[in-house]
């Protein structure tokens, strides 16, 4: 996994391997939140590539509520969320569950969407900066 924003003010994340949740959280408290304080990613748009990673076979959507309920209790604000999913099976729905959830859990108007194209997905995530002013390019690192 890694995480980054980039000099637009997008999170930019590329996810491999089977998810698992607990790594997940795991790995994004040190990839991602010992660099950075929330106040430099709440409500940024989000761009996943998630193409080489699997959905779990059996009880996927337990880790998409995992994941759910970890951000809801943060509590972030909303944002738009593009995923860039393969032909993995799942995955189109572990999408739209996670887009639920995110509606339900954290703000009724979090967008989140699946793209095959990256270059979409990107730009899609990109017009929703111009619904919240990123403030500096690169984010606010963590004390």
Known sequence: MSMEID???VVV????????????????AAVFESRYRPEAYDGRPTVVDARRCRVPERDWSAHFEQVARQLGQRKPKPARHA????DE???SNAVAL???????FHHPHA?????RDYDAAYAWALEGLA????GPAGGVPAA
Do not use: K, L, N, S
């Open 7 to 9: 000099a637009r003010g």
């Open 13 to 28: 994340a590329v996810y491999e391997g089977e998810f698992d949740a607990t790594a997940w959280m795991r790995q994004r």
């Open 83 to 86: 995923i860039v999913i393969a």
């Open 89 to 91: 099976a799942g995955q």
């Open 98 to 104: 996670f887009a639920a959830y995110q509606r339900m």
């Open 111 to 115: 967008e989140a969407r699946a793209f």
């Open 131 to 134: 619904e919240r002013p990123p």
